[in-house]
């Protein structure tokens, strides 16, 4: 058991304790490194103008797909040759609202620790030349967050296609250029020049020092003592599973964090600073994908997905490409890629919002969840798992572990919606799942509805299945007043909210309406652009 | 050697930015014994102050003090122009966050836990929350305005077509990135240093100086940058500042303040929100024979820069247009929240919104383009050439700007293959216009057109410049740098601005108007004349030469690429350093305060008369968007811009900021939305609920031009200003999305306001009749398209 976190900063190796394990990432560089290249904007993780990459070893680490065959546990060999089969990934987070207890293992680079091939004078690395070159700033003060949120792009790409650009600049905002420039910025060429993180720094000086504790669970203790204003604090952050186990058993109350895109919020906003807390982005088990055709735990699951608790959204959508590309596409709009490289599917399901993304498709195509206890485990169908607003069936000391995704059929047709008032980087204001199999009738000619599911968001406390609405498709022939019918049923099931986000009305019509443009979408090709 | 004016060269700051060295006040390294300071404000929008204990909070460690009203030294009331802002609310409370309580304590969880326990009581009365409340209880601030020209009312009645109507524009934050921020230094004997995130530093050092009971010559404030202001700096760093004055004064100690985002968004003000009764008399051809609107602003709770924000507003609601009989008249309205105050376009962009959402409504109701609406109603030869409040509009360019951009958008045949694909598409309906600005350059208020400049040439032949321009990310600091090498023939490397500070200029307008470069760079370019034909007296003397014939003559003196020389003997030449180290020897003044004064400028408001701008800076904008029929979302498909700003100084820095500002309005007329809830709380109160555009908003198709004209010599180095005007070329997406609700019913259309969110066009197309085309004719279409 190691008492400090082993985390490096540019380059350079710190061993973090006390009451600075539980500071965010952000305040940690600006106040007591004084790197304040970092800007700090929003505290929420919506601006990205405190965006750093942070950089960690593949299967240990945070978000990153482990693709764990099922019989065997070796890891493919990285390109590096390094001998322990893990390498570097770096990925772009949202500094405000990481804490650094949760950075054990990591590499966190910042605006300052970016290396140009010049090492001296005013060394400029190609992403920040072409910034200058092509206007990218204005008032300056998004710009290092931009600069590495295109650094972290460039860890895995030459060259950034004008989608790919604006995608993986969705979670930055700046209020004065406009973004022309930084897109053109984005698009120099020089951009494949910029050295990537494996070049800058020497990795093997880190994977000595880091390699050493991989396996070791990490206990922060804050004692009573230290000062009056501040209370014992306890953050736990296992290897493994059982520990985790061990742990949440003696805790029960502990906050489980995983990505802390939630909990960092509440940090910043709402005061909330937990005092015992169970960090789970380091237990390999919750970072497992088991494509279908694996046998898990001995059970065959020919059509479902196994995918770990703690699995960020990035690695869901390549787990998700290509068993359900409408997951993978839809998850573009979840967040930003900062908060997508931290965000868990297990934590958007147990912090249970009915405006949480994720959970329209869970209820649609029937997930179930998997609890585990050190007790034993359980499956519950996600559909049973809410008892009311945030609140679910899990029990004291249960920990969700995994979440299986049936996949669609072939003949099934499933669409996605999440509308909100920004289409990026927004917080839905509705959202729905629908899935429906339509059969052909031969005799009549006609189309009928041969099997149905419907899942709504953001329409009152839970996510709903619209089971009077499916009752009622069920069987009909498929048609535009059909599909009418069905939203103004829909309508009935729901019990929405006015809020900032949109009125009761709004909500109410939405989900009337969605029924029709459903029935559009899949009934006529829609996509005929209009071009001159 | 090329000169500098006219070069994109990058941003001032531009490698600082990209390095994250550039610093912003918080970045800047802690004092010893430096304190943080935070505040608490008003819990409620209206009511009288009972009781305030803060006892508890000051028990606590690390709290050093709190201050009240009480502890104000000098004058605790302000304004600009009416003075009815408190600085710490005293009695009355007049909106929600309102300060009332100031803590300077050691660390910010210190602030935090004072927050806690200090405690403020009070009696709660009835708020005006909306414009119509206030029109209710004629509760207005400043007298209302008017600007007439000719009877509108008998020129609307004698018309063919009439209509009238309400129209609502809302408001909108300017989210700079950088929150409002301050840090004292004091000084000795009662001395004071601020530094603050501010547009308008001489009004800081003014308030300030109100407020300790001290002189303006004690305090100086300096704002090096501001990471993002767009007039929202101009009045409204004053609070935060005289905070941190406030406890330096009490404490002798350093002190700072970072308004939190929440913080900021909830007690600073906003771009006013409009409410315009208007009605219009027009021709069957689309001429309008006669305008009359009265507008109505949301103040918030005190006047603050409102009745100039109206001014501007009255003085644009002609925008391009020639109308000959015209009666708009302002008021300004009281309400309990924040005290609105400039954004960007500073009334203009309500004034342009409301008049282009009557040429659409004409264009509705004749079932003509808006685009012939506009075009029949452009300025034009005299008579048509003069505004309502009696400017001639010279140098009209707009009819060549909209010629210009029609062709280069395809406009007609994009109208026309819209109409087709609004009869098919199932899913989506599309819009299409063309608007045009026209915005006047120059404060309306006369004396505030004036700059000064002070040039230092030290004698290794670097300058540095110093004027009342403040840097918020516009550029201005790079351009004064191009103007005043190019004024001395030498690199631009050679010239430095430095941070702004009331010690070096006096007396400065704030950075405002989009005026600040006119202002200042003719500031600094004059006092580089001044400095230069003293060097030229010298250097005419060094260059003389019996045998040669050559008398002194200052006339032949040049001053460029990096040497002095006279014409006639151009080789005999001397680098610029090295001459000016000569010339200190020679005691020849190397340093110069420069001034300028924009002339035949003035307007009277009392008679709405005038002819207050310098002159205008136009263009024109094509926007086409896309809405789903079933969600109201919407997207902007493709947008062309052309804009004629003369003879750009940096024409990359311009780029920018038409492109920021054109997205900025885009933001106000589609997405960003301001909610409040029934007790006068924001509850959009940060960028997780209010939207401003994110790069995946980027029209797909965004054509940026600059339409070439030489014509305004009389300005700066033949440039015009460029800060605000793109803001308005932003309501174009949203007559594009009038156009799209017109093709949907009438009731759609007109019902449509400003900002045109997804929830707004949802139920606007809600109350249309559904232009259904059956299962069967969208097939026949498809299947025509194939068979053709």
Known sequence: MKQDISVYINGKHYLITGADSFSTLSDFLRNRLRLVGTKIMCSEGDCGACTVLVGRRRDSCLGVLAHIDTNSHNAETSPDGNTTGLSWEYRSVDSCIQFMFQLEGAHVVTIEGLKSDDSFGQSLTHIQQAFIDHQGSQCGYCTPGFVMSLAGMRESNDKLESHEIREGLSGNLCRCTGYVAIEEAASDESFSRQKVMADSYCHDAMNAILDSRINDDVLIELPETTSENIAERLAFMPASLEPALTFLSMYPQATVIAGASDVGVWHCKSGFHPKIILCINRVTELQTFYAPNKAFDGIERESSLVLGASLNWESIREACREWIPQFDSFLTLFGSPQIRHVGTIGGNIVNGSPIADSLPILFALDARLRLASANGDRRVPINEFYTGYKKNVMQSGELLTHVELPIPKDAEILKLYKISRRRDMDISTFTAAIAIQLKHDSVSGFKTVDSVRVALGGVGPLVIRASKTEAFLLGREWCESVATEAGAIAATEVAPITDVRGSEKYRRTLTKNIFQRFFFETSFDCSKALQI | ?788
């Open chain 2, 1 to 788: 050697m090329t000169q500098s004016v006219g070069q994109s060269v990058p941003h001032d700051a531009a490698i600082g930015h990209v390095q994250g060295n550039a610093y912003y006040l918080d970045d800047l390294p802690k004092l010893q014994g430096e304190l943080h300071v935070g505040f608490v404000g008003s819990p409620i929008a209206s009511g009288k102050i009972v009781r305030v204990d803060y006892s508890k909070a000051i028990s606590l460690t690390g709290v050093v003090r709190c201050f009240t009203v009480k502890d104000v030294p000098g004058h605790n009331v302000f304004g600009i122009v009416v003075f009815d802002e408190p600085f710490l609310a005293s009695e009355e409370v007049l909106y929600i966050g309102q300060p009332i309580v100031v803590i300077a304590a050691e660390s910010v969880e210190a602030i935090e836990q004072a927050k806690k326990v200090i405690e403020v009581e009070c009696i709660p009365t009835q708020p005006i929350l909306s414009i119509e409340e206030s029109i209710q209880h004629q509760k207005f601030l400043g007298p209302k305005r008017r600007i007439a020209r000719g009877d509108p009312a008998e020129a609307i009645a004698a018309a063919t077509h009439r209509l009238h109507g309400l129209f609502r524009s809302g408001g909108q934050e300017h989210l700079y990135l950088e929150a409002q921020a301050a840090i004292s230094y004091p000084g000795e004997q009662g001395q004071i240093t601020i530094h603050s995130s501010t547009q308008n530093p001489t009004e800081i050092q003014a308030l300030v100086s109100e407020m300790l009971g001290v002189g303006m010559h004690e305090v100086v404030c300096i704002c090096k940058r501001m990471g993002g202001a767009f007039g929202g700096k101009e009045s409204q760093a004053a609070i935060p500042a005289m905070m941190v004055a406030l406890v330096s004064f009490h404490t002798g100690r350093a002190a700072r303040v970072l308004y939190d985002r929440e913080q900021d968004m909830a007690s600073t003000g906003k771009r006013h929100e409009y409410l315009t009764d208007w009605a219009v008399g027009f021709e069957p051809d689309g001429r309008l024979v006669g305008l009359k609107a009265d507008l109505y602003s949301n103040g918030g709770a005190s006047t603050d820069l409102s009745l100039a924000v109206m001014e501007r507003s009255l003085l644009h609601s002609d925008n391009c247009y020639f109308i000959p009989n015209v009666e708009v008249t302002g008021q300004v309205c009281f309400t309990n929240i924040p005290s609105n105050t400039a954004f960007r376009g500073f009334g203009g962009p309500q004034a342009i919104a409301m008049i282009e959402n009557i040429m659409e409504s004409v264009a509705q109701e004749l079932g003509i383009d808006a685009l012939l609406v506009r075009r029949r109603n452009l300025y034009g030869e005299a008579p048509a050439d003069v505004t309502h409040y009696g400017q001639i509009f010279s140098e009209n360019k707009l009819a060549q700007v909209f010629d210009k951009l029609e062709a280069t958008s395809n406009y007609q045949l994009r109208r026309d293959a819209i109409r087709e694909f609004n009869k098919t598409s199932k899913l989506f309906v599309r819009g299409l216009a063309m608007t045009g600005i026209k915005f006047g350059i120059s404060f309306t208020t006369k004396f505030l057109n004036q700059g000064n400049a002070l040039v230092n040439v030290y004698t290794d032949g670097t300058v540095q410049v110093s004027t009342g321009a403040t840097e918020m990310g516009q550029g201005v600091n790079v351009k004064i740098r191009q103007v005043v090498a190019d004024e001395f023939g030498i690199p631009l490397s050679r010239v430095v601005v430095m941070a702004t500070s009331t010690e070096k200029n006096n007396n400065t307008s704030p950075t405002a108007a989009s005026a600040s470069m006119d202002l200042n760079g003719a500031a600094a370019r004059n006092a580089c004349q001044q400095i230069r034909e003293r060097m030229a007296v010298f250097a005419s003397h060094r260059f003389a030469s019996g045998p040669e014939g050559i008398v002194a003559s200052p006339t032949h003196i040049v001053f460029e690429n990096g040497e002095v020389l006279d014409r006639r003997r151009p080789q005999d030449r001397v680098a610029f350093g090295p001459f000016c180290a000569e010339a200190r020897r020679e005691r020849i003044d190397l340093g110069a305060r420069g001034f300028f004064a924009t002339p035949g400028v003035d307007f009277n408001r009392e008679t709405g008369k005038g002819s207050p701008f310098f002159y205008y800076t136009q263009g024109a904008t094509v926007a086409e968007v896309e809405i789903d029929r079933f969600t109201g979302q919407s997207r902007v498909v493709r947008v062309d811009l052309l804009i004629d700003i003369g003879d750009s100084i940096n024409p990359a820095i311009d780029r920018g900021q038409l492109i920021g500002g054109f997205i900025q309005g885009m933001g106000w007329v589609t997405n960003e939305c301001l909610v409040y809830d029934a007790k006068g709380k924001l509850l959009s109160n940060s960028p997780t609920t209010y939207k401003i555009p994110a790069i995946t908003d980027l029209p797909e198709v965004f054509n940026v031009e600059f339409f070439p004209n030489h014509d305004n010599q009389q300005n700066i180095r033949g440039s015009k200003a460029v800060g605000e005007p793109p803001l308005m070329m932003g309501v174009a997406v949203w007559a594009a999305m009038k156009d799209a609700m017109g093709s949907i019913s009438k009731l759609s259309s007109s019902a449509l306001n400003l900002p045109a969110t997804g929830e707004v066009l949802l139920e606007c197309i809600g109350l249309g009749f559904h232009e259904k085309v059956s299962l069967e004719d969208a097939s026949k279409t498809q299947l025509e398209e194939v068979v053709t």
